[in-house]
Each structure stands twice: as C-alpha cells, then as structure tokens.
C-alpha cells in the first residue's frame, strides 16, 4: 500500500474513531473539577451550573474540588486526564494565562494541553475590609498601609489568582506598603476575614458579596473597568484616582487538550444553552457573575490574550510562585 493511501486510510479511520465517540458520549457522570476549596467563587459557580447542565447533557454531574497552587494541580489533573469528555476544568485566569509565567517546570501547558470549551462567567474583583479597619476610602486604605512599617496584609485565593493579580496590580500602581496572604481558595480567605484574622481581602464578587449585604464586611472598590451591576454603589479602583486600572476575573470550561472536536461540540453546545437559560443566568448574577458563553474558538482567542497580558504584569511585579 502507497504512503498517501496509509495516511489517507488512518485519517478515515481517526474520523470514524471520534465520531463513535462522540455518538456513544456522554456515557457516565461527568466530573466537573475545580481548583479551589468549597465556598469560593469557583466553586459557587460551578455548583450553580452543575445540576441544570446534568440535565441538559444526560448524565449526572459531579463537582470536585482539588485545591492547592492557586488551581495548579486540577488543571494539571485534567490536562492529562482521559480525553474522553467525561472530565472538565472549571478554569481561571491563574492557572490558565499566569502560573506559565511563574513557574518554569509547570507540568503542563495551557495552550497545549488542554481544549477550550466555553467561557463561563466574567466579573470584577473587590476589595473588601474587616469592619475594624479604620479605612474608610480606598486612598485611607492607602495610607494606612504605607503608615506601618511591615505594611498591610491583604488575603486572596491563591498565588496566582486573579485576586493575587488584582492586588499586585494595584500595589504597583499606588505604591502602596501591601503585603499579599494566599491562601487555598476565595472560602478561606473570606472565613479569615470575617472573622478578623486578615485586614483585607480582593475577593471575587460571589465570595464577597453576601457578607457585604449582611454588614460582615466593608467594600472599598471594585477592579472592573467600569462599575459592577452587582455593586452599584461601590467605585472602581480606576474612578478614585488609578485611570487605567482594571483586573477582571473570569471562570471558564475546558477538556483535556486531545478531546475530540465532535464531543467539544456537544459539551459547548450544552453548557452554552444552560448558561444562557433566564433562570441560571439570575442565579449567577445574584452572586456577582456575569455569565458570558461564547464558542471555543472565541475563549481560544480570549486565553491566548489573556497570557500574553498578564506574563507582562507577572514580570514587572515580580510575582514568586510558592
């Protein structure tokens, strides 16, 4: 048999090959992992989406969490899982477009190893106090903090983060005395800060927001671009003196990186028409996300962007990986 006929035949065969796949998925629970401890934005947002998306694609839907590394060692978990379909990432920008920067043997690559599904939910950070610190505004807060000599310990999900990426930013930008606490995920850092063993927190909106509602915490700022529909009275960090200023957050879905194209279809297809349902969209806005589905060559694009921006500000603010 010629060469071009071998090549053409296990093209044939390859083609055949995804399609049972695809045709025969999903045909077990799939598992939804995520990065963080229970009780932080990721995993509010993706116990949110879990049960609807169960009954969109059929199968149930299991939510695991694998904290640790700022969301490392799940999405590293899932880049070598089986490319079957039946294991996705509930993914941020930390482990996606960050920790490459930070960490020169990191087991995987993200623009590699693992297939953009669809992004999930966009939003802005808070800044957010104990009551017993005495700012009251974001240039008090400031100045409190360049009026200790050790500084003033901010908290976040992780190294990393997108809350670790808003303070760092804004420490450059202020010239602000600010000492960053990380720890394994946004339901920690909020335990902590309620209970006042942390001045301050950049948390993301669904860890902060109904503590700031019960009164728990104080909001100083957002680090939207503009103001976030889910705190209207609350100022962007760029509004009160740092023009420019803006670190969103966003959570996004993807597979390991050799799923068939057929079955990324399926399970982009699904999880966009749950999150463009009036009723999940309402559940997740209550909680300060803004849902954004989109195709998986949009949030390719929106990842790709998203690396080359944030190794710039891992450089510049010289952020260490543990």
Known sequence: MRFQEKVCGLLILAAFSGLAEAQSFPNRPINMVVGFAPGGGTDIAARIIAKPFAEAIGVNVVVENRAGAGGNIATDMVAKANPDGHTILL????????????????????????????????????????????????????????????????????????????????????????????????????????????????????????????????????????????????????????????????????????????????????????LNTPELREQLQAQGMEPQPGTSEELGRYIQREYNTWGKVVKEAGIKAE
């Open 91 to 274: 993914a941020n920008v930390g482990s996606m477009a960050v920790a490459p920067h930070q960490i020169a043997n990191l087991p995987y690559d993200p623009l590699k190893d693992l297939a953009p599904l669809t992004m999930a939910v966009v939003f802005a950070n808070v800044l957010v106090v104990h009551p017993s610190v005495p700012a009251q505004s974001l240039s008090e807060y400031v100045k409190l903090a360049n009026s200790r000599p050790n500084g003033l310990a901010y908290g976040t999900s992780g190294i990393g983060g997108a809350g670790h990426l808003a303070g760092e930013l804004f420490r450059l930008v202020a010239k602000a005395n600010l000492v960053h606490v990380p720890y394994k995920g946004g339901g920690p850092s909020m335990t902590d800060l309620v209970g006042g063993q942390i001045p301050s927190v950049f948390a993301s909106a669904p860890s902060a927001v109904p503590q700031i509602k019960a009164g728990k915490i104080r909001a100083l700022a957002t680090t939207g671009a503009t103001r976030s529909q889910f705190l209207p009275n609350v100022p962007t960090i760029a509004e009160l003196g740092y023009p420019g200023y803006e670190a969103t957050n966003w959570y996004a879905y993807v597979a390991p990186g050799k799923t068939p194209k057929p079955v990324i279809d399926r399970l982009n297809r699904d999880l966009v028409k749950v």
